[in-house]
């Protein structure tokens, strides 16, 4: 127990090292250049998931043939051209001893008879005159290397080499004391000539089964793109057809819980809608009723606070009712958008506001016509009777539908913008008049739209200087 507190104590003495620094700014200055490197290579690396499957194949087998081929060109190629042009060295330095050695032309004859027939070589015995000027040297040709290397050193006297002029055949002319030998042999017999077809078998048959890894890896990526295609759809309120679980154990346990989760979420939707239909349809019975009663009380200031609360909770009903219907049974079917400004045009003007509209794209969208057209009144609606002008645009371009609808009216405080869409939260001092409405026809609107995959903003209208609203649906 001392010995061990009088280690702590010695530990304590020690001087605090500044390590911990040192090595946190040397981990910065590794980590910054690796997440540069690493954000540029996000940015420019395919996003789809084939595509990136797909290199993940291609490119070790690139790199796998890039360094067998580095392999063999360097080693084996190397090395058996080395061989070969040692072994026609050695035919030639037999043939250059047995030349000096030779009394006569017929000698020389025989020789050269023996040469063609058993060494495949040409030789012929030249004029004693000076060698050629010396050829220009091939930079990539290492035949010339091995064979200078190999003259020099076994046969040791001047020569000339030519390794450019002919392609089929290789030209050595070595000086002796009673003229020049020249020496023709076949390019074959001095470097390994066949190393293409170890290029041509290794590529072919990396394009071979690249071509059956797409097959096969398109077949497993297919059923994640019918996931996505399924659930963007669902997003978007259109009808799934013919969508069931396939492909790989992971991919069809995913599409089976997207299938369970949609089923959980429409039948949500289905028990939400059908409770909010019969509360309404009971609700306005009762109230009936209530407008039947009043009606046989003689006229005072409280009947008609009574019928002024009735008339109230009946509007509110109805915008239950109107809710009901949107989130209903309805699919999503091809809708001329132009048609639909008229009709918008036609609410705003019964208000007594003056509208215009304008369509800038393709007029035909697939979406719920009725419930996306609810949506559009409600704002369309409440822009008119909160303002005196409306102007009414549509765009369809890039992959989405953005409708703006800007009016003239006080407006909407920025803090307020987002409370605006709670169920039953109206203001109080936001607007000029008073709409009389139940404070649903925004969050009704913005269900419909997020129920299309979009989404409400409002802001401040540039043009008009009122409120503005912008809804934006993928098409």
Same mark, same amino acid.
């Given at each position: 127990?001392?010995?061990?507190?009088?280690?702590?104590?010695?530990?304590?003495?020690?001087?605090?090292?500044?390590?911990?620094?040192?090595?946190?700014?040397?981990?910065?200055?590794?980590?910054?250049?690796?997440?540069?490197? /690493?954000?540029?290579?996000?940015?420019?690396?395919?996003?789809? %998931?084939?595509?990136?499957?797909? %290199?993940?194949?291609?490119?070790?087998?690139?790199?796998?043939? /890039?360094?067998?081929?580095?392999?063999?060109?360097?080693?084996?190629?190397?090395?058996?051209?080395?061989?070969?042009?040692?072994?026609?060295?050695? #035919?030639?330095?037999?043939?250059?001893?047995?030349?000096?050695?030779?009394?006569?032309?017929?000698?020389?004859?025989?020789?050269?008879?023996?040469?063609?027939?058993?060494? @495949? =070589?040409?030789?012929?015995?030249?004029? *004693?005159?000076?060698?050629?000027?010396?050829?220009?040297?091939?930079?990539?040709?290492?035949? #010339?290397? $091995? =064979?200078?290397?190999?003259?020099?050193?076994?046969? @040791?006297?001047?020569?000339?080499?030519?390794?450019?002029?002919?392609?089929?055949?290789?030209?050595?002319?070595?000086?002796?004391?009673?003229?020049?030998?020249?020496?023709?042999?076949?390019?074959?017999?001095? $470097?390994?000539?066949?190393?293409?077809?170890?290029?041509?078998?290794?590529?072919?048959?990396?394009?071979?089964?690249?071509?059956?890894?797409?097959?096969?890896?398109?077949?497993?990526?297919? *059923?994640?793109?019918?996931? /996505?295609?399924?659930?963007?759809?669902?997003?978007?309120?259109?009808?799934?057809?013919?969508?069931?679980?396939?492909?790989?154990?992971?991919?069809?346990?995913?599409? !089976?819980?997207?299938?369970?989760?949609?089923?959980?979420?429409?039948?949500?939707?289905? !028990?939400?809608?059908?409770?909010?239909?019969?509360?309404?349809?009971?609700?306005?019975?009762?109230?009936?009723?209530?407008?039947?009663?009043?009606?046989?009380?003689?006229?005072?200031?409280?009947?008609?606070?009574?019928?002024?609360?009735?008339?109230?909770?009946?509007?509110?009903?109805? #915008?239950?009712?109107?809710?009901?219907?949107?989130?209903? #049974?309805? !699919?999503?079917? *091809?809708?001329?958008?132009?048609?639909?400004?008229?009709?918008?045009?036609?609410?705003?003007?019964?208000?007594?506001?003056?509208?215009?509209?304008?369509?800038?794209?393709?007029?035909?969208?697939?979406?719920?016509?009725?419930?996306?057209?609810?949506?559009?009144?409600? =704002?369309?609606?409440?822009?008119?009777?909160?303002?005196?002008?409306?102007?009414?645009?549509?765009?369809?371009?890039?992959?989405?539908?953005?409708?703006?609808?800007?009016?003239?009216? *006080?407006?909407?405080?920025?803090?307020?913008?987002?409370?605006?869409?709670?169920?039953? $939260?109206?203001?109080?001092?936001?607007?000029?008049?008073?709409?009389?409405?139940?404070?649903?026809?925004?969050?009704?609107?913005?269900?419909?739209?997020?129920?299309?995959?979009?989404?409400?903003?409002?802001?401040?209208?540039?043009?008009?200087?009122?409120?503005?609203?912008?809804?934006?649906?993928?098409?």
């Amino acid at each position: 127990m001392r010995l061990k507190q009088a280690f702590r104590g010695a530990l304590a003495r020690l001087p605090k090292l500044p390590v911990p620094g040192v090595l946190r700014r040397a981990g910065a200055l590794v980590a910054t250049p690796y997440q540069a490197l /690493a954000r540029a290579l996000y940015r420019r690396m395919p996003k789809g %998931l084939f595509t990136r499957t797909l %290199l993940i194949i291609v490119i070790p087998l690139v790199v796998m043939q /890039a360094v067998l081929a580095f392999v063999f060109l360097e080693r084996h190629y190397n090395l058996v051209t080395q061989r070969l042009s040692d072994a026609v060295v050695r #035919d030639i330095s037999l043939i250059v001893r047995l030349t000096e050695s030779s009394t006569g032309e017929e000698e020389f004859q025989r020789l050269a008879q023996m040469a063609r027939s058993d060494l @495949g =070589l040409a030789i012929t015995l030249l004029p *004693p005159e000076p060698l050629p000027p010396p050829r220009p040297k091939p930079f990539f040709d290492i035949v #010339d290397r $091995y =064979l200078s290397q190999q003259v020099a050193a076994r046969i @040791g006297k001047p020569f000339w080499i030519d390794t450019v002029g002919r392609s089929s055949f290789v030209e050595l002319r070595i000086k002796l004391e009673n003229g020049v030998l020249r020496v023709i042999a076949r390019r074959s017999q001095t $470097y390994a000539s066949n190393s293409h077809f170890f290029i041509v078998w290794m590529v072919s048959t990396s394009l071979v089964l690249v071509v059956i890894a797409l097959l096969f890896l398109r077949n497993q990526t297919r *059923p994640v793109e019918r996931l /996505a295609t399924a659930a963007e759809s669902f997003g978007k309120g259109r009808p799934i057809e013919d969508f069931r679980p396939s492909g790989a154990r992971e991919v069809r346990r995913a599409a !089976q819980a997207f299938i369970e989760m949609r089923r959980r979420i429409e039948r949500q939707i289905e !028990q939400r809608t059908t409770m909010l239909a019969g509360v309404s349809h009971d609700l306005r019975t009762v109230l009936t009723r209530f407008r039947l009663q009043l009606a046989l009380f003689p006229a005072s200031e409280e009947v008609r606070a009574l019928q002024r609360d009735v008339d109230e909770m009946k509007t509110m009903l109805e #915008d239950y009712l109107a809710f009901a219907r949107g989130e209903g #049974d309805e !699919q999503a079917q *091809p809708t001329d958008i132009g048609l639909m400004f008229e009709e918008l045009e036609a609410e705003a003007e019964i208000l007594g506001a003056a509208v215009s509209s304008h369509l800038q794209g393709p007029p035909e969208v697939t979406l719920r016509p009725n419930a996306f057209k609810r949506a559009l009144t409600n =704002l369309v609606t409440n822009a008119a009777r909160h303002g005196d002008r409306l102007n009414i645009d549509g765009r369809n371009a890039d992959g989405w539908l953005t409708i703006t609808i800007e009016d003239d009216g *006080p407006g909407v405080p920025v803090e307020e913008r987002e409370n605006v869409f709670r169920p039953f $939260y109206q203001l109080d001092h936001a607007r000029n008049r008073d709409s009389g409405g139940s404070g649903l026809g925004l969050a009704i609107a913005r269900d419909i739209v997020r129920a299309h995959g979009g989404d409400i903003v409002l802001g401040e209208s540039e043009t008009l200087g009122g409120l503005r609203a912008r809804v934006r649906i993928p098409v």
